[in-house]
Protein backbone atom coordinates (compact mmCIF):
# COMPACT_ATOMS: atom_id res chain seq x y z
CA UNK A 1 0.00 0.00 0.00
CA UNK A 2 2.94 2.18 0.93
CA UNK A 3 4.47 1.69 -2.17
CA UNK A 4 1.34 2.51 -4.39
CA UNK A 5 1.13 5.39 -2.85
CA UNK A 6 4.68 6.55 -3.39
CA UNK A 7 4.77 5.80 -6.56
CA UNK A 8 1.59 7.27 -7.17
CA UNK A 9 2.81 10.44 -5.53
CA UNK A 10 5.72 10.64 -8.11
CA UNK A 11 3.09 10.39 -11.08
CA UNK A 12 1.29 13.06 -9.79
CA UNK A 13 4.61 15.10 -9.72
CA UNK A 14 5.29 14.21 -13.10
CA UNK A 15 2.29 15.44 -14.42
CA UNK A 16 2.21 18.42 -12.61
CA UNK A 17 5.87 19.57 -13.47
CA UNK A 18 5.14 18.33 -17.57
CA UNK A 19 4.32 21.73 -19.14
CA UNK A 20 1.69 22.12 -21.36
CA UNK A 21 1.90 22.40 -24.58
CA UNK A 22 0.69 26.13 -25.98
CA UNK A 23 -0.77 24.85 -29.16
CA UNK A 24 -3.33 22.80 -27.27
CA UNK A 25 -4.98 26.13 -25.69
CA UNK A 26 -7.80 27.27 -27.36
CA UNK A 27 -8.15 30.98 -28.99
CA UNK A 28 -10.39 32.84 -27.35
CA UNK A 29 -12.11 36.43 -27.84
CA UNK A 30 -9.52 38.33 -25.90
CA UNK A 31 -6.96 35.98 -27.65
CA UNK A 32 -7.93 38.26 -31.28
CA UNK A 33 -6.92 41.58 -30.11
CA UNK A 34 -4.83 43.28 -32.11
CA UNK A 35 -2.37 46.42 -31.68
CA UNK A 36 -2.83 49.85 -34.08
CA UNK A 37 0.91 50.45 -34.88
CA UNK A 38 1.09 53.91 -35.89
CA UNK A 39 3.67 54.98 -38.15
CA UNK A 40 5.89 56.41 -35.88
CA UNK A 41 6.18 53.21 -34.19
CA UNK A 42 6.79 51.11 -37.47
CA UNK A 43 10.80 50.99 -36.74
CA UNK A 44 10.15 49.26 -33.66
CA UNK A 45 9.13 46.05 -35.78
CA UNK A 46 12.71 45.94 -37.30
CA UNK A 47 14.37 43.22 -35.50
CA UNK A 48 17.68 43.77 -37.46
CA UNK A 49 20.70 42.51 -35.09
CA UNK A 50 23.25 45.02 -34.17
CA UNK A 51 26.90 44.21 -35.06
CA UNK A 52 29.63 43.64 -32.86
CA UNK A 53 33.34 43.45 -33.72
CA UNK A 54 35.47 41.68 -30.40
CA UNK A 55 38.89 42.62 -30.77
CA UNK A 56 42.23 41.21 -28.91
CA UNK A 57 41.88 42.39 -24.60
CA UNK A 58 45.11 44.19 -23.80
CA UNK A 59 47.86 42.62 -21.52
CA UNK A 60 47.36 44.99 -18.70
CA UNK A 61 48.85 42.22 -15.30
CA UNK A 62 51.06 43.56 -13.08
CA UNK A 63 54.18 42.68 -13.97
CA UNK A 64 52.90 43.40 -17.79
CA UNK A 65 54.73 40.41 -19.15
CA UNK A 66 51.93 38.09 -17.82
CA UNK A 67 54.05 36.90 -15.14
CA UNK A 68 52.31 34.26 -13.14
CA UNK A 69 52.49 35.20 -9.35
CA UNK A 70 52.85 32.30 -6.55
CA UNK A 71 51.36 32.24 -3.51
CA UNK A 72 49.96 30.24 -0.85
CA UNK A 73 47.10 30.83 1.56
CA UNK A 74 47.31 31.09 5.46
CA UNK A 75 48.03 27.70 6.76
CA UNK A 76 49.34 25.73 3.34
CA UNK A 77 52.76 25.93 4.83
CA UNK A 78 53.14 22.06 5.50
CA UNK A 79 51.82 21.00 2.39
CA UNK A 80 55.21 22.57 0.69
CA UNK A 81 57.15 19.40 2.25
CA UNK A 82 55.63 17.73 -0.46
CA UNK A 83 57.01 20.17 -2.71
CA UNK A 84 55.71 23.58 -4.29
CA UNK A 85 55.97 24.04 -8.05
CA UNK A 86 59.61 26.06 -8.29
CA UNK A 87 60.15 29.40 -9.42
CA UNK A 88 61.59 28.23 -12.70
CA UNK A 89 58.33 26.50 -13.44
CA UNK A 90 56.23 29.55 -13.12
CA UNK A 91 58.66 31.77 -14.77
CA UNK A 92 58.09 29.08 -17.96
CA UNK A 93 54.52 29.68 -17.67
CA UNK A 94 54.90 33.39 -17.57
CA UNK A 95 56.88 32.93 -21.08
CA UNK A 96 53.84 30.60 -22.32
CA UNK A 97 50.85 32.13 -21.33
CA UNK A 98 51.88 35.89 -22.01
CA UNK A 99 51.21 36.08 -25.75
CA UNK A 100 47.58 34.83 -25.42
CA UNK A 101 46.01 36.03 -22.48
CA UNK A 102 44.55 39.05 -24.63
CA UNK A 103 43.57 36.55 -27.77
CA UNK A 104 41.59 33.95 -24.58
CA UNK A 105 39.49 37.19 -23.41
CA UNK A 106 38.87 37.65 -26.90
CA UNK A 107 37.63 34.19 -27.66
CA UNK A 108 35.90 34.02 -24.31
CA UNK A 109 33.73 36.84 -24.92
CA UNK A 110 32.80 36.03 -29.16
CA UNK A 111 31.47 32.13 -27.29
CA UNK A 112 29.08 34.30 -24.92
CA UNK A 113 27.96 36.15 -27.89
CA UNK A 114 27.06 33.76 -30.16
CA UNK A 115 25.37 32.08 -26.77
CA UNK A 116 23.90 34.38 -25.92
CA UNK A 117 22.46 35.48 -29.42
CA UNK A 118 20.84 38.62 -30.56
CA UNK A 119 24.20 40.44 -32.27
CA UNK A 120 26.03 39.70 -35.43
CA UNK A 121 29.93 39.16 -34.31
CA UNK A 122 32.55 40.42 -37.46
CA UNK A 123 34.27 37.37 -38.27
CA UNK A 124 37.97 36.59 -37.12
CA UNK A 125 39.40 36.75 -40.39
CA UNK A 126 37.60 40.26 -41.50
CA UNK A 127 38.82 41.34 -38.70
CA UNK A 128 42.76 40.34 -39.33
CA UNK A 129 42.55 41.63 -42.64
CA UNK A 130 41.39 44.99 -41.83
CA UNK A 131 43.88 45.19 -38.54
CA UNK A 132 46.63 44.24 -41.61
CA UNK A 133 45.77 46.47 -43.96
CA UNK A 134 45.49 49.94 -41.42
CA UNK A 135 48.28 48.68 -39.24
CA UNK A 136 46.19 49.18 -36.76
CA UNK A 137 47.42 47.36 -32.90
CA UNK A 138 45.92 43.96 -32.38
CA UNK A 139 44.65 45.50 -28.77
CA UNK A 140 43.32 48.41 -30.54
CA UNK A 141 43.61 50.12 -26.91
CA UNK A 142 43.09 53.59 -28.48
CA UNK A 143 39.22 54.17 -28.03
CA UNK A 144 40.07 56.18 -31.11
CA UNK A 145 41.47 53.81 -33.10
CA UNK A 146 38.94 51.13 -32.02
CA UNK A 147 36.60 53.23 -33.16
CA UNK A 148 38.04 53.98 -36.37
CA UNK A 149 38.28 50.23 -36.80
CA UNK A 150 34.45 50.01 -36.09
CA UNK A 151 33.54 52.19 -39.00
CA UNK A 152 36.21 49.99 -41.51
CA UNK A 153 34.65 46.98 -40.31
CA UNK A 154 30.67 47.81 -40.12
CA UNK A 155 30.58 47.29 -36.34
CA UNK A 156 27.93 48.96 -34.71
CA UNK A 157 30.17 48.52 -31.44
CA UNK A 158 33.45 47.62 -30.49
CA UNK A 159 34.18 44.97 -26.98
CA UNK A 160 37.57 45.43 -25.86
CA UNK A 161 38.95 45.36 -22.32
CA UNK A 162 42.44 44.74 -20.53
CA UNK A 163 43.13 41.06 -18.65
CA UNK A 164 44.95 43.24 -15.13
CA UNK A 165 46.07 39.90 -13.50
CA UNK A 166 46.41 36.20 -13.37
CA UNK A 167 47.45 34.56 -9.88
CA UNK A 168 48.52 31.05 -9.20
CA UNK A 169 47.79 30.23 -5.66
CA UNK A 170 47.67 26.93 -3.31
CA UNK A 171 45.05 26.34 -0.97
CA UNK A 172 45.22 23.49 1.78
CA UNK A 173 42.65 21.29 2.17
CA UNK A 174 40.39 21.58 5.35
CA UNK A 175 38.97 18.66 7.46
CA UNK A 176 35.26 18.62 9.01
CA UNK A 177 35.60 19.91 12.51
CA UNK A 178 34.75 17.38 15.52
CA UNK A 179 31.53 17.81 16.02
CA UNK A 180 30.04 14.84 17.45
CA UNK A 181 28.84 14.94 21.11
CA UNK A 182 31.86 12.15 22.13
CA UNK A 183 34.16 14.26 20.02
CA UNK A 184 34.50 11.92 17.29
CA UNK A 185 33.68 13.44 13.79
CA UNK A 186 30.68 10.83 13.44
CA UNK A 187 27.48 9.93 15.18
CA UNK A 188 25.39 13.18 14.12
CA UNK A 189 23.78 14.53 10.98
CA UNK A 190 25.28 17.77 12.17
CA UNK A 191 28.80 15.91 11.96
CA UNK A 192 27.54 14.13 8.52
CA UNK A 193 26.60 17.81 7.11
CA UNK A 194 30.04 19.21 8.18
CA UNK A 195 31.87 16.05 6.54
CA UNK A 196 29.95 16.69 3.61
CA UNK A 197 30.31 20.97 3.00
CA UNK A 198 34.43 20.55 4.09
CA UNK A 199 34.02 17.91 0.74
CA UNK A 200 32.36 20.24 -1.19
CA UNK A 201 34.76 23.26 -0.49
CA UNK A 202 37.61 20.70 -1.45
CA UNK A 203 36.69 19.59 -4.46
CA UNK A 204 35.99 23.37 -5.59
CA UNK A 205 39.21 25.17 -3.60
CA UNK A 206 41.66 23.01 -2.52
CA UNK A 207 45.02 23.03 -4.51
CA UNK A 208 46.02 25.20 -6.98
CA UNK A 209 43.91 27.80 -8.51
CA UNK A 210 44.34 30.27 -11.28
CA UNK A 211 42.82 33.33 -10.59
CA UNK A 212 41.72 35.77 -13.82
CA UNK A 213 40.83 39.80 -13.12
CA UNK A 214 39.60 41.16 -15.85
CA UNK A 215 37.92 44.45 -17.65
CA UNK A 216 35.09 44.71 -20.46
CA UNK A 217 34.51 47.84 -22.07
CA UNK A 218 31.63 48.72 -24.79
CA UNK A 219 32.33 51.35 -27.04
CA UNK A 220 29.61 53.04 -29.61
CA UNK A 221 31.23 53.44 -32.66
CA UNK A 222 28.76 56.45 -33.73
CA UNK A 223 29.66 58.50 -30.49
CA UNK A 224 33.37 56.78 -29.51
CA UNK A 225 32.09 56.76 -25.91
CA UNK A 226 32.69 54.16 -23.69
CA UNK A 227 28.69 52.95 -22.77
CA UNK A 228 29.76 50.46 -20.02
CA UNK A 229 32.50 48.90 -18.33
CA UNK A 230 32.58 46.00 -16.23
CA UNK A 231 35.34 44.68 -13.76
CA UNK A 232 35.49 40.71 -12.99
CA UNK A 233 37.09 38.00 -11.16
CA UNK A 234 36.84 34.47 -11.48
CA UNK A 235 39.00 31.36 -10.30
CA UNK A 236 39.99 27.73 -11.52
CA UNK A 237 40.94 24.71 -9.60
CA UNK A 238 44.14 22.74 -11.85
CA UNK A 239 44.30 20.26 -9.05
CA UNK A 240 46.40 19.42 -6.29
CA UNK A 241 49.16 17.83 -7.58
CA UNK A 242 52.27 19.20 -5.99
CA UNK A 243 53.43 19.89 -9.63
CA UNK A 244 51.73 21.07 -12.51
CA UNK A 245 52.07 21.48 -16.28
CA UNK A 246 51.84 24.71 -18.39
CA UNK A 247 49.32 22.95 -19.82
CA UNK A 248 47.24 22.97 -17.02
CA UNK A 249 48.02 26.66 -15.98
CA UNK A 250 46.84 27.56 -19.58
CA UNK A 251 43.56 25.59 -19.61
CA UNK A 252 43.12 27.22 -15.60
CA UNK A 253 43.69 30.60 -17.13
CA UNK A 254 41.40 30.26 -20.37
CA UNK A 255 38.84 29.00 -17.78
CA UNK A 256 38.51 31.38 -15.05
CA UNK A 257 38.64 34.19 -17.71
CA UNK A 258 35.94 32.38 -19.50
CA UNK A 259 33.58 32.74 -15.73
CA UNK A 260 34.99 36.30 -16.00
CA UNK A 261 33.37 36.82 -19.18
CA UNK A 262 30.30 35.64 -18.22
CA UNK A 263 29.79 37.39 -15.42
CA UNK A 264 29.21 40.64 -17.86
CA UNK A 265 26.19 38.50 -19.33
CA UNK A 266 23.40 40.60 -17.78
CA UNK A 267 25.08 44.07 -18.90
CA UNK A 268 25.69 42.57 -22.65
CA UNK A 269 22.21 41.34 -23.04
CA UNK A 270 21.15 44.44 -21.47
CA UNK A 271 23.21 46.62 -24.09
CA UNK A 272 21.87 44.35 -27.08
CA UNK A 273 18.81 43.30 -26.29
CA UNK A 274 16.75 40.81 -28.66
CA UNK A 275 13.54 42.71 -29.69
CA UNK A 276 10.29 41.42 -31.31
CA UNK A 277 6.63 41.43 -31.28
CA UNK A 278 3.81 38.81 -30.50
CA UNK A 279 2.19 36.67 -33.52
CA UNK A 280 -0.42 34.94 -31.44
CA UNK A 281 -2.27 34.40 -28.32
CA UNK A 282 -3.78 31.42 -27.20
CA UNK A 283 -5.91 30.21 -23.90
CA UNK A 284 -7.74 33.92 -23.60
CA UNK A 285 -3.91 35.30 -22.94
CA UNK A 286 -2.53 32.57 -21.44
CA UNK A 287 0.68 32.03 -23.69
CA UNK A 288 1.62 34.10 -26.39
CA UNK A 289 3.98 33.24 -29.21
CA UNK A 290 6.50 35.78 -30.01
CA UNK A 291 8.54 35.88 -33.59
CA UNK A 292 11.79 35.07 -31.62
CA UNK A 293 13.93 31.99 -31.21
CA UNK A 294 17.09 29.51 -30.69
CA UNK A 295 18.32 31.38 -33.51
CA UNK A 296 18.81 34.34 -31.68
CA UNK A 297 20.14 32.78 -28.88
CA UNK A 298 17.02 32.39 -26.76
CA UNK A 299 16.05 29.40 -24.15
CA UNK A 300 13.79 28.20 -21.68
CA UNK A 301 13.23 30.13 -18.71
CA UNK A 302 14.67 33.52 -20.42
CA UNK A 303 11.85 36.84 -19.55
CA UNK A 304 10.67 39.38 -21.70
CA UNK A 305 8.65 42.79 -21.17
CA UNK A 306 5.77 44.22 -23.06
CA UNK A 307 5.35 46.99 -24.20
CA UNK A 308 2.54 49.37 -24.82
CA UNK A 309 3.25 51.80 -27.58
CA UNK A 310 1.41 55.77 -27.38
CA UNK A 311 2.69 58.41 -29.52
CA UNK A 312 3.74 62.05 -28.38
CA UNK A 313 3.66 65.18 -29.45
CA UNK A 314 6.48 67.68 -28.42
CA UNK A 315 4.73 71.10 -27.01
CA UNK A 316 7.38 73.60 -28.77
CA UNK A 317 8.49 71.54 -31.78
CA UNK A 318 5.34 69.97 -32.40
CA UNK A 319 7.45 66.45 -33.36
CA UNK A 320 5.72 63.06 -32.79
CA UNK A 321 7.67 60.28 -31.64
CA UNK A 322 6.64 57.02 -30.44
CA UNK A 323 6.94 55.85 -26.78
CA UNK A 324 7.26 52.21 -25.50
CA UNK A 325 5.71 51.64 -22.32
CA UNK A 326 7.21 48.41 -20.26
CA UNK A 327 4.00 46.96 -18.52
CA UNK A 328 4.23 45.67 -15.04
CA UNK A 329 5.14 41.76 -15.68
CA UNK A 330 6.95 39.02 -17.02
CA UNK A 331 6.98 37.07 -20.33
CA UNK A 332 8.84 33.33 -19.56
CA UNK A 333 9.81 31.51 -22.38
CA UNK A 334 8.77 27.69 -22.01
CA UNK A 335 10.26 25.20 -23.03
CA UNK A 336 8.23 25.21 -26.76
CA UNK A 337 11.19 26.93 -28.23
CA UNK A 338 11.54 26.48 -32.32
CA UNK A 339 14.67 28.56 -34.53
CA UNK A 340 12.17 31.51 -35.34
CA UNK A 341 9.72 31.57 -32.29
CA UNK A 342 9.04 30.56 -29.55
CA UNK A 343 6.13 29.98 -26.78
CA UNK A 344 5.77 32.73 -23.58
CA UNK A 345 4.24 32.38 -21.05
CA UNK A 346 2.21 35.38 -19.65
CA UNK A 347 2.71 36.21 -15.89
CA UNK A 348 -0.34 38.08 -15.05
CA UNK A 349 -4.08 37.51 -14.88
CA UNK A 350 -5.07 40.90 -13.93
CA UNK A 351 -7.65 42.07 -16.26
CA UNK A 352 -6.15 45.83 -17.03
CA UNK A 353 -2.89 44.16 -17.32
CA UNK A 354 -4.16 41.80 -20.05
CA UNK A 355 -6.33 44.12 -21.63
CA UNK A 356 -2.95 45.87 -22.96
CA UNK A 357 -1.08 43.05 -24.33
CA UNK A 358 -2.05 41.81 -27.98
CA UNK A 359 -1.31 40.21 -30.84
CA UNK A 360 1.41 43.01 -32.18
CA UNK A 361 2.68 44.10 -29.15
CA UNK A 362 6.42 44.60 -28.73
CA UNK A 363 8.73 42.29 -26.69
CA UNK A 364 12.57 42.72 -25.49
CA UNK A 365 14.61 39.93 -23.83
CA UNK A 366 14.98 41.34 -20.46
CA UNK A 367 18.89 41.06 -18.85
CA UNK A 368 20.14 37.29 -19.25
CA UNK A 369 20.66 34.78 -15.84
CA UNK A 370 22.26 31.62 -16.80
Do not use: H
Not at 28 to 54: H, I, L
Not at 163 to 169: C, G, L, P
Not at 218 to 229: A, E, F, N
Not at 285 to 303: F, H, M, T, W
Amino acid sequence: MLRFLVISLIMIGVVACTPVNPTALQIGAMDRETVSVPKQCERFYDNEKQVVAVVEYANNTTYKDARVVSGKSAGATAWGNRGVASFSSFDQVSKDLAPQLGEFAQGAVESLLVSMGGVDVVARAQMAKILKEQQFQMTLADPNTAVNFGMLSGAQFIITGSVDNINVSYTKPVDAPNVGGDGSKGGTMLSIMATVGSAAYNALAAGWNVEAEMTTNIIDVSTGRITSTKRTKATENIGDSPMFSMDQVIAGAKAAMGKAVKQSLDELSTQFAVNGYINELRGNKQVALINIGSSDGLKAKDRFQVFEMTVQRDFKSGNEKCTLTALPFELVVTPYVQSDNAWVSIGTTKPDDLSKIKVGSIVRRMAVKR
